[in-house]
């Protein structure tokens, strides 16, 4: 009953003047009569409800989602009204298009980035092969240094007569190791014929202790021998090998330096117009670059050389010594002057059983 009424009383029409001021109507005593109704039934029901509300506002605070804002002013329309969740998702939708934007820059930079680094190391292979046919057949001319090159061949040389030092050493220790274990197997059956031939129980004695001195000796031996390998291993394989990784350098760099030497000289000998003056410039700023490479890389195989050659020196006059000294103390039967030799050159003998790694050292 109540809708009904508020809906009469909502459809009525209230006119204005020109003055702001109501118009006189007629008096009606229903409306009168629901206005009445209405109160009372607010009066009731509007303090819980208000409570209610006002508790509901304080905990959750305002909705911001439905938050609108008015374009139009105070009465405008409401094609003026723009949510704000329209704003936040327009918001969402720019952040989210420029990260992808940014992130196809990055792509579409580090493509550029290959494709050109890919475009300098074809145009300087092709440099370089270039150069590298044209001196094999005597049409280029390439830069040479005496010295230097004199010192590089004398290197290689060198490693070539080390390299079979070190395999007749290591061929020798293979034969001498199987020769000791020839002795201490022969020994133990010595000893062991002994016990068993109470009348060559002397002959066997004497025997057994023979192989089984010549045995401890043989393993003392054994030991200069391998730190005599191990040396010689080092020095070829270590030291000389990264003085000819420098030198391998060395010579890729003074290839590339004659190819855009050469390169250079062509574009010199031909036309001066604004193109080909541009040409030149550039090919003067690559030269320039291979030339100040090419002289560094000169400059630490020299240093190098230098000191590969002190070290070798000094490497294989220590190696030497002990080698001569143990074998001579060796075959001399001299087990004290043999026992000094491992002293002065700090070599300590392994235990038996020692040469299989253990199980830390495997992992």
């Known amino acids: 009953m109540t809708d009904s009424i508020m809906s009469k009383a909502a459809t009525m029409e209230i006119p204005i ?8 109507l007629p008096e009606d ?34 909705n911001l989602n439905e938050t609108s804002i008015v374009s139009g002013g105070y009465g405008g329309t409401a094609e003026g009204i723009i949510p704000t969740s329209s704003i936040k998702g327009s918001n969402m939708h720019h952040s989210s298009s420029s990260s992808s934007m940014t992130a196809e820059e990055t792509t579409r930079g580090v493509a550029v980035e290959k494709l050109e680094t ?47 030092v070190l395999r007749l050493a290591r061929a020798l220790t293979n034969h001498f190791y199987n020769m000791v274990q020839t002795q201490h197997a022969l020994g133990d059956t010595f000893a062991d014929l002994s ?29 200069a ?3 005599f390998v191990s040396s010689i291993n080092t020095l070829v394989n270590k030291t000389m090998e990264d003085t000819l990784m420098t030198i391998k350098m060395y010579e890729n760099a003074r290839l590339e330096f004659d190819a855009y030497r050469s390169d250079l000289e062509e574009l010199s000998m031909g036309p001066r117009d604004a193109v080909a003056m541009a040409r030149i410039e550039a090919a003067q700023q690559q030269y320039q670059v291979q030339k100040d490479k090419y002289e560094r890389l000169r400059s630490d195989v020299t240093i190098k050389l230098k000191f590969l050659e002190e070290n070798k ?24 002057q043999l026992e000094q030799t491992l002293k002065q050159f700090n070599i300590k003998l392994r235990p ?9 050292e495997e992992q």
Request: proline letters at 3%; hydrophobic letters at 30%.
């Open 17 to 24: 003047n020109s003055n702001g001021d109501t118009g006189t």
């Open 29 to 62: 005593d229903s409306l009168e009569q629901a206005a009445k109704l209405q109160w009372s039934l607010d009066e009731k029901v509007g303090s819980s409800r208000g409570t209610r509300d006002l508790q509901q506002v304080m905990v959750s605070g305002p």
């Open 118 to 164: 890919m475009k300098k190391w074809g145009l300087n292979t092709y440099k370089c092969t270039k150069q590298m046919i044209s001196e094999r057949f005597g049409r280029g001319s390439r830069t040479v240094d005496l010295e230097l090159e004199a010192q590089i061949e004398v290197l290689r040389d060198t490693k070539r007569k080390y390299e079979n």
């Open 195 to 223: 016990q068993k031939s109470p009348e060559l129980r002397d002959e066997f004695g004497y025997n057994a202790e023979t192989q089984k001195l010549l045995c401890k000796n043989g393993e003392t031996l054994l030991g």
């Open 225 to 227: 021998i391998n730190f």
């Open 313 to 336: 020196v000094k490497v294989m006059h220590k190696q030497l010594l002990l080698f001569h000294n143990a074998i001579s103390a060796y075959f001399a039967g001299n087990q004290q």
């Open 352 to 360: 038996p059983g020692a040469d299989k790694p253990s199980w830390l």
